[in-house]
């Protein structure tokens, strides 16, 4: 989104939402719609657009929504039906029963939001051989709690602007070179 389109999203704010914007100097103005401007800037128009709209349609606070709320919606409108950690779990239960000799084959049939949970293909034959009480269990327990903060992670990474993404990226790409020099 550009600076043009981030003026009529701010101008649509400002209509719904007259005393937010009141007293403000055009110093402020300016501040506030580069701020917008930068953390929108790989938005689609279109997208920010609907998301903001549906904030003034559904909201009943009298101030204006943040950066913040319009990402979440923007989310919100954007995500798919997320798979529950109790199907994810489910999933690895039927791998693990069938993952003692196939752990790859089964490993590899899992979606890789839930592959990223259970790490890798050796971690599935690890639980295979375990008793199916503590499965069923502490690994359960476990893995849902692991793919719970995984969702969450993923959820707020997307909320973030670009810029900071790539930062966070380059970030987790150097640690992980590091501690496989160090192992």
Not at 18 to 43: G, N, V
Not at 125 to 153: G, L
Request: proline content about 4%; overall charge neutral.
């Amino acid at each position: 989104m550009d600076r043009n389109e981030t003026s009529k999203i701010l101008s649509a704010l400002k209509a719904a939402y007259p005393h937010s914007f009141k007293d403000l100097t055009k110093r402020d103005a300016d501040a506030i719609l580069d701020l917008w401007a930068a953390m929108f800037a790989e938005e689609p128009y279109a997208a920010v657009s609907a998301a903001v709209y549906a904030l003034i349609a559904t909201r009943k606070e009298g101030y204006s929504p943040t950066i913040g709320e319009v990402k979440d919606r923007l989310l919100t409108l954007r995500t798919t039906e997320e798979l529950p950690e109790e199907s994810a779990w489910a999933m690895v239960s039927k791998a693990c029963r069938n993952g003692l000799y196939g752990y790859k084959r089964e490993f590899a049939k899992l979606p890789p939001e839930v592959q990223a949970a259970v790490g890798t293909a050796e971690q599935l034959r690890a639980w295979a051989q375990m008793d199916t009480q503590t499965v069923e269990s502490v690994v359960a327990s476990n893995f849902m709690r692991n793919y719970r903060t995984r969702q969450k992670r993923e959820q707020e990474t997307a909320k973030l602007p670009p810029q900071i993404r790539n930062l966070l990226g380059g970030i987790t790409k150097d640690m992980k070179m590091l501690q496989e020099e160090t192992s």
